[in-house]
């Protein structure tokens, strides 16, 4: 397990200013953002976007999401449609990343594409992240601030136990609102289903991100973050659907069910995904062998959840 005591300072002036010398420095600082927490690095620093990779443990196949202050920054980026414009004003700043064509010449390391012509952007509502991004003065390269595959981290403390010393200073800013890793569209497809759903968006849309039981791992499988067939998985096994605990099972309860924790007792779909991760923390975190998860409606949040759900199940 990594050193569970690397830096963590309090989100302030002092913490961001240290967190801008160090992404000036090529360095890598794991920060909250209105999702997750974040490992973020120089996006155009092909050598400080190599260390996100190194400190994960991450393919390179697999493609990095970029966080930029607003639409003029993305668009000096990213070519934009109006289907695009219409998304970034309605969802900007706020848990939407959108994939589109990388503009030519744009300052951009290859290996934050994973060499694909397009670019996964997204100007975030989070004030810890948005601070680090002006004092930098860099489009942040910025995955989840965990271990490849393991369970995304909503509170520093995770960060902390997942990364140790392979992340050099934390920014702590308390446990993040929405706790799943932001929707990604690319045209009118979801890649990702998130805290935005297909009934927010105000065209229809059509979903395409994978069954985890049948993605195959190559690098044509992957053509945005997040698609990997197990992802946000805890160590130990997982079993979905549960009415009830089996013998040395970490019961994660939802809305009748009731385990040893719970996503939402009163069945509220914004209070499951934001505990999710948090939960799985704790459960694998328990002195049982496995951990089995109440069913969760697949509904609104609840296909984001599933998501999530599926592919920490997937062995």
Known sequence: MADPNPR?????????????ARIGRGECVAVPTETVYGLAADAGNADAVAGIYAAKGRPSFNPLIVHVADLAAAEALA?????????????????LTLVLPLRHGAPIASLVTA?????????????????????SGRALAAPSANASNGISPTRAGHVALSLGDRVPLII??????????????AGRTIL???????????????????????????????????QLATHYAP?????????????????????SITGDDMLSSSGDLREAAARLFDALHRADASDRAAIAVAPVPHEGLGVAINDRLSRAAHR
Not at 172 to 185: F, K, P, Q, R
């Open 8 to 20: 963590i300072l309090p989100y302030g002036m002092a913490a961001i200013a240290e967190g801008a």
């Open 79 to 95: 070519v934009f449609d109006a289907d695009a414009r219409r998304l970034a004003a309605m969802f900007w700043p706020g848990p």
């Open 115 to 135: 060499g694909l012509d397009t670019l996964a952007i997204r100007v975030p509502r989070h004030r810890a992240m948005q601070a680090l991004i002006a004092a």
């Open 172 to 185: 702590d800013d308390g446990a993040t609102e929405a706790g799943l890793e932001s929707t990604i569209v």
């Open 192 to 226: 990702r289903p998130g805290p935005i759903g297909a009934a927010d968006l105000p065209f229809a849309v059509r979903p395409r991100f994978a069954d985890p039981h049948s993605i195959d791992s190559a690098r044509e499988a992957i053509t945005a973050p997040g």
């Open 235 to 255: 160590r130990k096994p997982l079993r979905l659907e549960a009415t009830a605990a089996r013998p040395d099972e970490w019961l994660i309860g939802h809305d």
